[in-house]
T-cell receptor, first 112, second 113 residues
């Protein structure tokens, strides 16, 4: 079963708009929540990450919001740009094997 | 630093053939792992290693073997390729096992016919 559920599967946003991607997890032993950005033909690259002791982390135009009680976290991309068009994966690290579980991914398209 | 280097980038195998996907990192990372990426499934952990001589199974280990004789190298072996192993494979490494910046290779696109 998928331990990290990600939505939406795809997202189209106008340039300058806000892109929001949501993830939910089941295992309360997860203790590190990264977001990865992947361009076609490339490996995923770490974008931003958060630990459950904070509710929000911001780096430039990218913000993670974290709701521990709801077991949900989201990525907000402010002022979205065509160069942000990529697939985004949320992940959760920890648990029995202390490994990383990924969401299914969101393909973001930012229209000029 | 080259980071995480995977070879080959593309491979076509016939059912039943075996092969080894190579992975090397030059960052002196203790933790290395292999993932497969399939459409709509995200990345799923195949095997991982927390240091030389130590390996363990991940979420989808069947049909794959690994070994870790050095800190730098972590090859993935397909024992008898099956069409279900058609996927994109990523090797990854990180300094900490307990969550930290993970670096991924460029991937190997494997097709089993």
């Amino acid at each position: 079963q998928q331990q990290v559920k990600q939505s939406p599967q795809s997202l189209i946003v106008q340039k300058g708009g806000i892109s929001i991607i949501n993830c939910a997890y089941e295992n309360t032993a997860f203790d590190y929540f990264p977001w990865y950005q992947q361009f076609p033909g490339k490996g995923p690259a770490l974008l931003i990450a958060i630990r459950p002791d904070v509710s929000e982390k911001k780096e430039g135009r990218f913000t993670i919001s974290f709701n521990k009680s709801a077991k949900q976290f989201s990525l907000h991309i402010m002022d979205s740009q065509p160069g942000d068009s990529a697939t985004y994966f949320c992940a959760a690290h920890g648990g029995f094997r202390n490994d990383m579980r990924f969401g299914a991914g969101t393909r973001l398209t930012v229209k000029p | 630093n080259a980071g995480v280097t995977q070879t080959p980038k593309f491979q076509v195998l016939k059912t039943g053939q075996s092969m080894t996907l190579q992975c090397a990192q030059d960052m002196n990372h203790e933790y290395m792992s292999w993932y497969r990426q399939d459409p709509g499934m995200g990345l799923r952990l195949i095997h991982y290693s927390v240091g030389a001589g130590i390996t363990d199974q991940g979420e989808v280990p069947n049909g794959y073997n690994v070994s870790r004789s050095t800190t730098e190298d972590f090859p993935l072996r397909l024992l008898s390729a099956a069409p279900s192993q058609t996927s994109v494979y990523f090797c990854a490494s990180s300094y900490f096992w307990t969550g930290g910046k993970t670096f991924f290779g460029q991937g190997t696109r494997l097709t089993v016919v």
